[in-house]
């Protein structure tokens, strides 16, 4: 009797792993619905990103404009300068077209995290000027100076990062102790500025020896580095002139940029770009038409941008693509073809 008991039930277990068995989906083929799925979505992703890059007309292989300030001061005394007037004027100019700052670090990084539809503008300062960055007894920037300037238009047109790179040589902004131009470096560092390399005497790097243009390069490195913790990533040649050997204004013994900036006369070229050189990158003269200006200055070349929008980078706002029309696919640098996504 127990034994007919034990087989009925034995029986009735088997019954049931059998009906269990029959409406369960075998590993396998759960395995090929997961990755079928995950392909889908995968599919479903890229197509809403296509069709977003080209809803603001995304073009990441366009060209950036780099622009090359020096003094701030009231009374501009050589076309180097600018007044505080003129120098909102331009950074009301680039809010006006849809330009966004970043910094020359994250340009030679393509790390450029701007919102789709804008473009991107590098805005750089030579020489660590006192008229860039005063800073008074509490540690705030002086009126008039190209820090607060920045920082008071971007407080006003939230969006517009207040963002630039400070290329500093041994006048420090004017500042002679170790104190105050820690001071100084590390308020910019601690305000999310860039500080770049600019030589420590400001020589004409051409033609020197490799020696020279080393010890040039890698002492105001080394100095900026024990100052602000801070090693240069980028660095911008004096008189735009680059060493015998390009390579020589990018690594040496004591320094390793990732993008060495001339001083003229066109906007750079994408990171993302065939065209890209890190060794050479051009920047852009801040002036009106005039003169030579008249071609290759800033309002000359922004003015060229905005008619040319096919020629200028726009964002498709997510860093993780790089976005274009397909017909510039044969522009784009090898390395960062998974990132692409063309349109």
Partial sequence: ??????LGSGMGLIAAAILTGCNSEPES???TNTKADAAAKLKESRAAKLKAAAKVKA???GQIPV?????IVPKPATTDDRSPQQFRAELERLIREDYVPITAAELVAGKIDIPAGKH???????DSSPSQLTLNEMGVPQKDTAVQILKDVAAKHPGFRPAATFYVTRDMFGKTTREEQAQYLLWLKDNGFEIGNHTRDHHNLRGRSQKEVEEQIG?????ISGLSYTNPTTIALPYGNQPSKKE???RGKLYNHKGAFLAGYTPAASPFSKSYDPAGIPRIKVMEKKGDCAQFCSAAWLDWLKNNPD?????????RTVAYPKYKNPYLRKSYATWSLAY
Avoid at 120 to 126: A, E, K, R
Avoid at 219 to 223: G, H, L, P, T
Avoid at 311 to 319: A, E, F, L, P, Q
Wanted: glycine residues 4%; aromatic residues 10%; hydrophobic residues 50%.
């Fill in 1 to 6: 009797m127990r034994l007919g008991i034990l």
């Fill in 29 to 31: 083929a759960k395995l």
């Fill in 59 to 61: 073009n990441e292989l």
């Fill in 67 to 71: 622009l090359m300030f020096h003094r």
């Fill in 120 to 126: 991107p503008v590098v805005l750089t300062f030579d």
């Fill in 219 to 223: 002492s105001i490195a080394q100095q």
């Fill in 248 to 250: 020589w204004a990018l």
């Fill in 311 to 319: 020629m200028r980078y726009t964002s498709d706002g997510d860093v």
